[in-house]
């Protein structure tokens, strides 16, 4: 099976292998739903997973939070970073709106247009320089505070364990990279 050889390549030197607390799929992708997962790693309050959909595409996870309440921010082989912020009693119906993203004290992040679909709010951020500025204020930040465009704050989530967690998710990410290159000239 494929996502146990994504597995054995992502598992080298990982601390835990579980049930994650996962709700959802990435928000720039048509993934119908999420087939097989395992947690990689953990540092306090963070999970860090791989996960495959059932149209046959893999992603990784870095978690925060609750079953109820969760910040993630998911990544694959071939896309920037995405932003999922759930909530289970959230009830969206396929829309969009501005939020509002700050970590810590630092300037705000004002995520345009983030699609509001059933329990979550998912963004993509827009190029890998951006990817790479949000991952590194997490990892160095406290925590990260959801907003509304009106300023109402709506969730706050350590980041505690997020600098490990990251660079797992990078690891991860790196290995989901190193199996789409299979050495099959045809594929």
């Known amino acids: 099976m494929r996502f146990r050889k994504i597995l054995t390549m992502v598992v080298a030197g990982a601390i835990a292998i579980s049930t994650p607390l996962i709700p959802g799929a990435l928000s720039g992708q048509a993934h119908a739903g999420i087939v097989d997962s395992e947690v990689l790693y953990r540092r306090k309050a963070w999970e860090v997973s791989v996960v495959e959909f059932d149209d046959g595409s893999y992603a990784c996870a870095a978690e925060v939070g609750s079953s109820s309440s969760s910040f993630l921010i998911w990544a694959d082989a071939g896309s920037n970073a995405s932003l999922q912020f759930f909530n289970s009693n959230w009830e969206f119906d396929q829309s969009t709106a501005d939020v509002v993203v ?63 967690s990251i660079v797992k998710l990078t690891e991860c990410v790196d290995a989901l990279k190193s199996i789409d290159g299979d050495n099959n000239p045809f594929n």
Not at 109 to 121: E, G, M
Not at 130 to 143: D, H, I, K, P, T
């Open 102 to 164: 700050r970590v810590d004290s630092r300037a705000s992040w004002t995520l345009n247009d983030a699609t509001l679909n059933q329990n979550s709010v998912f963004f993509s951020l827009p190029d890998e320089d951006a990817s790479f500025r949000f991952l590194r204020e997490v990892m160095r930040g406290n925590y990260i505070t959801l907003f509304s465009s009106s300023g109402s704050r709506i969730e706050r989530y350590s980041l505690a364990g997020s600098s490990a």
